[in-house]
């Protein structure tokens, strides 16, 4: 019985004091790259080959391949050695390579860059006279787009600038870099518009109304209108007229910013129900003012600029020598003290409100309360 327990004993002793035996990893090294077409563009899609020893037969059978992506980058862990490195196209033939450079080395713990650059004289040479025809035409279509993308770049810049100086009322430095970007990108309708609320700015009004059409004309042509670029025109028209006196022309600018962006229609209203206040066009400030209301019941302003013109139209009756003004002056007044109690001209509308109150019978109420 003691024999028969002493054999596994022993097997078990062996079997836990074998030496344990670990592979050797092998070294690796990184490989990376960009893979640029003739032109200089970044290859957005593909695949980079790798296969180790001289130059593969076709069909060959990758030892590594890694995919491109949309920057044109590759990258990868390789076992060091000197490799022929291809490149292919999503639409390439199985048995053909849009490129190849041989003679790769990467070398264990370190990162290779391994660039495919396809503008290369070596890869130029191989081109025929149409491709290296149309070769000429891309890089001269990319210069153009090129240049043009750094021409918006600093056209946007100036006009982040000139903005923050019409912000300031530095109208002048703002018109005169306007209009430099003007006779840059003439057909660029957004600089228009932009010098043409400098010069506004400026009271050029007949300036300021020449650029403004130009900028709205080029915006109506595009193939692209913009809305709020046409808005903002007709906005700044309407003042330039109205400061002019041309009331028709001003009203008629206001409505169609109000129709082409109605999103701000009760903007460009209120602005001009306070353009024809300016001006002491009663009639033409009601209107606005009005229309303001329909837009955005929920504003102050609009209200109290119709109250003011209405009060203007008041008359005095010749026999009781009482304010006879017209319907919905105080109305207006009222409105305007229930959405802007403590408003900047609250002070004027209870003071309109108290002598038309000791003057005449009116509809209105003066107890603050909405809903009349």
Do not use: C
Not at 182 to 198: C, D, F, H, N, Y
């Amino acid at each position: 019985m003691e024999m028969k327990k002493l054999g596994p004993r022993i097997a078990l002793a062996v079997l836990f004091s074998a030496p344990l035996i670990l592979a050797a990893q092998a070294p690796t090294g990184k490989i990376h790259g960009t893979v640029t077409d003739p032109a200089g563009s970044p290859m957005t899609v593909g695949t980079i080959s790798l296969f180790k020893g001289g130059n593969p037969s076709p069909g060959t059978a990758a030892d590594f391949t890694l995919p491109v992506d949309a920057n044109g980058q590759f990258k990868g862990d390789v076992p060091p050695g000197t490799y022929t490195m291809t490149y292919r196209r999503p639409d390439t033939p199985k048995d053909k390579v849009a490129d190849q450079i041989d003679g790769i080395k990467v070398v264990a713990g370190q990162d290779t860059q391994a660039d495919d650059d396809m503008s290369r004289k070596e890869y130029i040479d191989k081109l025929s006279p149409e491709d290296r025809k149309a070769l000429e035409e891309a890089k001269a279509k990319n210069a153009e787009i090129l240049k043009e993308n750094s021409t918006i770049k600093n056209l946007n810049a100036d006009l982040a600038k000139a903005r923050a100086d019409r912000a300031n009322k530095n109208f002048q430095e703002a018109a005169e870099l306007m209009q430099r970007d003007a006779a840059i990108k003439p057909t660029e309708p957004l600089l228009w518009v932009e010098l043409g609320q400098s010069q506004l700015g400026l009271k050029q009004y007949a300036d300021a109304e020449t650029s403004l059409q130009k900028g709205l004309q080029l915006d109506q042509a595009g193939k692209k209108p913009n809305p709020e670029v046409e808005g903002a025109a007709g906005n700044a028209l309407g003042e330039a007229f109205g400061s002019e006196g041309k009331v028709p022309e001003s009203q008629a600018a206001y409505d169609a910013a109000a129709k082409v962006n109605p999103s701000s229609a009760a903007m460009y209203y209120s602005n001009e129900a306070i353009v024809m206040d300016r001006q002491n066009q009663l009639d033409a400030t009601v209107a606005a003012a009005e229309k303001a209301i329909a837009a955005d019941p929920t504003k102050p302003i609009p209200y109290y600029l119709k109250g003011k013109a209405l009060i203007n139209k008041a008359t005095i009756d010749p026999k009781t020598q009482k304010i006879v003004a017209p319907p919905g002056t105080a109305e207006a007044y009222q409105k305007y003290l229930d959405l802007a109690p403590t408003g900047p001209f609250a002070g004027d509308a209870k003071q309109v409100l108290a002598e038309l109150s000791a003057t005449q019978t009116t509809s209105y109420k003066t107890s603050g309360k909405k809903g009349h």
